[in-house]
């Protein structure tokens, strides 16, 4: 059984920074690639960033380029989105998600369903 546990979301100003982490466990857990989704009210899921555990090659949403970094601890088991510059749209929950199954690029890892592994979401609220 494989548990993804995100902290570190909050409640911030427009401009500020904040740091998201996912803690991955389970005895059976076994990843390739893991990434960040977000949800906003009334808006489907979307794709944050993504990052490949063996390489560490990431791929972002244009709208996240610049501002977002996600990084990776392979010894704990845990990935981390460094959010600066926030924006009032960058309010949602945001959730880690775990893909087992290989792919040779970072490059089409952007759905969700592409990522059967899922964790229970951090809500991040940015006020103007």
């Known amino acids: 059984q494989v548990q993804l546990v995100e902290s570190g979301g909050g409640l911030v100003q427009a401009g500020a920074s904040l740091r998201l982490s996912c803690t991955a466990s389970g005895r059976a857990f076994s990843s390739v690639a893991m990434a960040w989704f977000r949800q906003a009210p009334g808006k489907e899921r979307e794709f944050v960033a993504s990052?490949?555990?063996?390489?560490?090659?990431?791929r972002y949403a244009d709208s996240v380029k610049g501002r977002f970094t996600i990084s990776k601890d392979n010894a704990n088991k845990m990935v981390y989105l460094q959010m600066n510059s926030l924006k009032r749209e960058d309010t949602a929950v945001y959730y880690c998600?775990?893909?087992?199954?290989?792919?040779?690029?970072?490059?089409?890892?952007?759905?969700?369903?592409?990522?059967?592994?899922w964790g229970q979401g951090t809500q991040v609220t940015v006020s103007s």
């Open positions: 998600a775990s893909r087992r199954l290989y792919s040779s690029s970072i490059n089409g890892l952007t759905t969700p369903s592409a990522f059967a592994s």
């Open positions: 990052i490949f555990w063996s390489n560490g090659d990431t």
